[in-house]
């Protein structure tokens, strides 16, 4: 089933958030396979984190990641406007497919 | 650099069978390389992972959706593709094609055509 992210997490301009992404031994806590993946309206996921804590070439160090036990966390700091989006979080499983995170929307105030 | 785009009617009606195609550039279907992807986006909602295909011809699929998903690969043509029967309105959705390189040790999906919009109605 579906990984667990808090539906809706706000911010100012310039603080920090963190969304969580809760899932069991089977993807989450089993696997350092965990991906982040921002989504603007209307278009295409775009990769943030993956491997639990790694940033592809051209995202900003102003994001992070981590993992503790079953629970992920990504981590925005220094809050700007242009991170305002919907997020998902992801993981491979023991069975050998991909689960998604139900996504969290998150509004920079 | 891998491209994905897919490729499908726009419009299907309830009871019958979605078909969709992804054409893959920069890349070959049967390198070996990937495993690839359908994921589907329902309006306002999240995303679902359908199901994967490997050159080889091996499945894996979304236990809620396998009974009626098939997907395939097209090596002439360097494309993969969806069927998904007996649709209903819940079907309806954006359905993205995507890959990963797992037999490359590398475990997230990095590569996203940019989605096509299915209705399923009368």
């Known amino acids: 089933s579906a990984l667990t992210q808090p539906a809706s997490v706000s911010g100012s301009p310039g603080q920090s958030i963190t969304i969580s992404c809760t899932g069991t031994?089977?993807?989450?806590?089993?696997?350092?396979?965990v991906s982040w993946y921002q989504q603007n309206p209307g278009k295409a996921p775009k990769l943030m984190i993956y491997?639990?804590?790694v940033r592809p070439s051209g995202v900003s160090n102003r994001f992070s990641g981590s993992k503790s036990g079953s629970t992920a966390s990504l981590t925005i700091s220094g809050l700007q406007a242009e991170d305002e989006a919907d997020y998902y979080c992801?993981?491979?499983?023991?069975?050998?497919?991909?689960?998604f995170g139900g996504g969290t929307k998150l509004t920079v105030l | 650099q891998v491209q994905l785009q897919e490729s499908g009617p726009g419009l299907v009606k309830p009871s019958e069978t979605l078909s969709l195609t992804c054409s893959v550039s920069?890349?070959?279907?049967?390198?070996?390389?990937?495993?690839w992807s359908w994921i589907r986006q329902p309006p306002g909602k999240g995303l679902e992972w359908i199901g994967c295909?490997?050159?080889?011809?091996?499945?894996n699929y979304n236990p809620s959706l396998k009974s009626r998903v098939t997907t395939s690969v097209d090596t002439p043509k360097n494309q993969f593709s969806l069927k998904l029967n007996s649709v209903t309105a819940a079907d309806t959705a954006v359905y993205y094609c995507?890959?990963?390189?797992?037999?490359?040790?590398?475990?997230?999906?990095?590569?996203w055509g940019q989605g096509l919009l299915v209705t399923v109605s009368s």
């Open positions: 995507a890959a990963d390189r797992r037999p490359s040790g590398i475990y997230f999906l990095g590569y």
């Open positions: 920069g890349g070959s279907v049967s390198s070996g390389s990937y495993y």
């Open positions: 295909i490997y050159y080889t011809g091996s499945t």
């Open positions: 031994s089977n993807d989450v806590g089993g696997y350092n396979s």
């Open positions: 491997d639990v804590s």
């Open positions: 992801s993981s491979y499983t023991t069975s050998t497919t991909w689960v």
